[in-house]
C-alpha cells in the first residue's frame, strides 16, 4: 500500500497512543487494589484474579482476531473492539459489586485484544525489514511507558478522586484514539489476502504451523517466561510495599514505576546496540542480564525481602535487560509466515498472556503475597529465560546468519 509522508509517519504514532492507553488499563488501577479490596468487601486473591481475568481474556480473544482480521480486514475489528471496550469501562466506573466489575473488565479485554494483535498486524501490513523492527523496538517502548505510567496516574487519581477516577481517564483515551483511528488509518489488508476462505479447520491448520515451527516456538518462549515474570511482579508488587512494609501509597507507587522507567531508558540504547552489533549480542547481553537477575532476586528473596530499595532494584534487572531481546523476538515470529501476519500475532499474544495467565494463577493459588515467595519463584522463572536464550544464542541466531 502507498502511504503519502503524513500517513507514513503519523500511522505509527495513532496505534502506539492506542496500544499506550489500551494496556494501561490492565494495571492503571493496581495501586487501588487495597483499598478496592474494602471497597467490594473481597479478598486479596479476588482483586488479584480481576487482573488475570483480564489479561487470559486478552489472549484467548487475540486467537479469534487474529484469523478473522487476515479474512475480513483490520480497521472494522479494531473498532468493534474499542466500542465494546468502551461498554466494559462503563461497566467497571459505575460497578457496586465486584462480579460487575469483573464482567466490565472482560468487556475491556476486547479492545486490549483487538489492538495488541491486529494493531501489530497493521505495521506489519505497511513496513517491512528494518523499518519494521525499528518500529517494533519503538512499540518495546510502548509497553513499559503504559505499565509504567499507569499506576502512577492511577495512584494519583485514586488518591484524589477514588479509584473509579483511573477508568474515566482511560476511558477519554481510549474514545479519542477511536476517533483518531476512525480518521487516519486506512484499511490495510489487500484484497488479494482478504479472499481466503475461513473455517474452523483452516485456522487450527494454521495455528498448528506456527506450534510445529522450531523457531515461533524459541522466539515466543522467552517472550512469554520474560512476561510472567513482569506479570507476578505487578500483580504483588502492591501488596508486599504496603501491606509487608508499611509504605503509604505516595510512596510506592514510586517504587512501582522505577523498572518500567529504567525499561523505557535502556529501550532506546538497545535500538543502536542492535544496529551496531547485531542480534547476537543482544540476546547475548540480555541473557546475561536475565542470569544476573535470577541472581538478584534470588537474594533478595533471602536476605533482603523487607527493604524496598532492594527490592525495587532487584527487579530493575530483569526489565531492563528485556529491552534487548524483546524487539527482535517479535519481529523474528511475524515474519516467519508474512500472509498471516494477524494469525501470527494472535497466537503469539495468546502464548505470552495464557503462560503468564497460568504462572500467576499459580502464584495466587500457591504462594502469599510476600517478596519471599513471589521473588523466589520469578527467580526460577528467569532461570528457565536464561537457559532458553542461550540455546537460541547457540542454536538458532546462528542459523539466521547463515
Known sequence: MHLTKKQHDIIPYILFFGSAILFATMDIYVP???????????????????????????????????????????????????VIYLIGTIMCIASKKIDVFMIGRLLQAFGSSAQSVIGMAIIADLFSGIERAKIIAITGIIYPIAFSSAPFIGGKLSEKYGWQASFVFVFLGVFIYFVLFSKYIPETLKPSSS????????????????????????????????????????????????????????????????????????????????????????????GIGYGLGFLALALTAIFFPTNPYIVCGSICIPYVSSTFVFAISITKATEIFPDMAATSSG?????????????????????????????????LI????????FYILKTTLKEDHR
Open 32 to 82: 487501588s487494589l487495597p483499598d478496592m479490596q474494602t471497597f467490594f468487601n473481597t479478598t486479596e486473591d479476588v482483586m488479584q484474579w480481576t487482573l488475570t481475568v483480564n489479561f487470559m481474556a486478552t489472549a484467548i480473544l487475540g486467537l479469534f482476531f487474529g484469523p478473522v482480521s487476515d479474512r475480513f480486514g483490520r480497521k472494522k475489528l479494531i473498532q468493534i473492539g474499542v
Open 195 to 286: 479472499k481466503k476462505f475461513l473455517s474452523l479447520k483452516s485456522t487450527f491448520v494454521n495455528y498448528s504451523l506456527f506450534l510445529k515451527n522450531r523457531l515461533f516456538l524459541l522466539y515466543a518462549s522467552i517472550h512469554t517466561l520474560t512476561i510472567a515474570v513482569f506479570m507476578l511482579h505487578l500483580a504483588n508488587s502492591s501488596f508486599f510495599y504496603k501491606n509487608q512494609m508499611g509504605l503509604p501509597m505516595n510512596k510506592y507507587i514510586y517504587l512501582q514505576a522505577i523498572p518500567c522507567i529504567g525499561q523505557i531508558a535502556m529501550t532506546f540504547l538497545s535500538k543502536y546496540i542492535l544496529k551496531k552489533y547485531g542480534m547476537r549480542s543482544c540476546f547475548k547481553m540480555g
Open 347 to 379: 497466537l503469539f499474544s495468546f502464548l505470552r498472556t495464557i503462560i503468564g495467565v497460568i504462572l500467576l494463577g499459580f502464584g495466587i493459588i500457591i504462594l502469599d503475597t510476600t517478596v519471599e515467595h513471589v521473588y523466589s519463584f520469578m527467580a
Open 382 to 389: 528467569l532461570a528457565a529465560v536464561t537457559c532458553s536464550i
